[in-house]
C-alpha cells in the first residue's frame, strides 16, 4: 500500500479560537504550544518538553480540530492517521506502515495525529485471532513513541481510552479529557454559528444533548431548509 494513501489529506485551517474548549483544556493546549516553540530554549536548562498528548473522550467535541489548530500555532505540517484504515490482515505491513509514517513525520518535524487510538487498544483482546501478533503490533507502536524525538509532535485521540493498553497510555506526558458540552456551552456554540445569518435565520430550535458537531450538522441543515424554502416563497410571487 502506498504510504501517501494512508494519510488523511486535510488542507483546512484552524486557529485555537475555531474550537470550542473548556478553559482549563485552552490553558493546557496553550502552554503545549509554547513549550514546543520555545522547544530549544526549554531543553538549555534541561526542561522537558511534553511532545506526546492524548486527547481522549467524547466524539465529535473537537480533538481533530485540536491537531489542526496546535500544526498551525506551530507553523508545522500535520499528517493525520486514521488507525482503523491503517490495521491489515497482514501484522507486519501494518507495522511497517506505521513506522514509514512516524519516519516521515519525524524527519519532517511534523505534527503526526493519529486517530482512533484505541482500534490498537481493541485489537489486543483475546476475541482476536492471533493476540501474539497483535502484542506484537503494540510492542512496535510503543518503541516508536518512546523514541519520537523531541523536536516532533505526537498527538494521539481515542473516544474510548478506558479500552488502550496501560503500557500505551503511560507514553503520554499530559492527557487532556472531551466531555460533551453543558446547554450553556452549547447556547454559545450556536450563537457563534448563527452570527453570520439574517435575523431571521438564526432562529432555530436548539437540541441539547448534543457533540458539537452534531450541533454543527443539526444547525446548518436546519439554516439551509428554512433559507431554501425563504428563496422558493420568493421566486413564486
Known amino acids: ?5 494512508l494519510i488523511i489529506q486535510d488542507k483546512e485551517e484552524i486557529t485555537l ?3 470550542f474548549l473548556e478553559d482549563y483544556n485552552k490553558e493546557q493546549l496553550i502552554q503545549l504550544i509554547k513549550e514546543n516553540t520555545y522547544a530549544a530554549e526549554l531543553q538549555k536548562y534541561g526542561l522537558p518538553v511534553n511532545n506526546k498528548v492524548l486527547l481522549q473522550g467524547s466524539s465529535g467535541c473537537g480533538k481533530t480540530m485540536t491537531a489542526k489548530a496546535i500544526a498551525n500555532a506551530l507553523g508545522k505540517n500535520i499528517i493525520i492517521l486514521n488507525l482503523s484504515n491503517i490495521v491489515s490482515s497482514r501484522i507486519g505491513e501494518t507495522s511497517q ?21 484505541d482500534q490498537i487498544g481493541k485489537a489486543r483482546g483475546s476475541d482476536d485471532k492471533d493476540v501474539g501478533e497483535m502484542r506484537r503490533l503494540v510492542n512496535t507502536l510503543i518503541q516508536l ?9 505526537l498527538l494521539c485521540a481515542t473516544n474510548h481510552p478506558e479500552i ?8 503520554f506526558q499530559l492527557k487532556i479529557n472531551y466531555e460533551m458540552p453543558s446547554k ?12 453570520k445569518f439574517p435575523d431571521d435565520l438564526r432562529i432555530i430550535e436548539r437540541k ?12 446548518f441543515t436546519v439554516v439551509k ?13
Open 145 to 153: 513513541i518512546d523514541y519520537y524525538p523531541e523536536n516532533a509532535l
Open 184 to 195: 450553556e456551552f452549547l447556547d454559545s456554540f450556536y450563537d457563534q454559528l448563527l452570527a
Open 208 to 219: 441539547y444533548a448534543v457533540s458539537f458537531a452534531e450541533a454543527k450538522d443539526y444547525a
Open 1 to 5: 500500500m502506498n504510504l501517501y494513501n
Open 97 to 117: 506502515n506505521i513506522k514509514m509514517i512516524f519516519d516521515k513525520a519525524a524527519r519532517e518535524r511534523s505534527v503526526l495525529f493519529l486517530d482512533e487510538l
Open 225 to 237: 431548509n428554512n433559507l431554501i424554502k425563504k428563496l422558493e416563497n420568493t421566486n413564486s410571487l
Open 17 to 19: 479560537n475555531d474550537v
Open 164 to 171: 488502550i493498553d496501560t503500557a500505551l497510555i503511560r507514553r
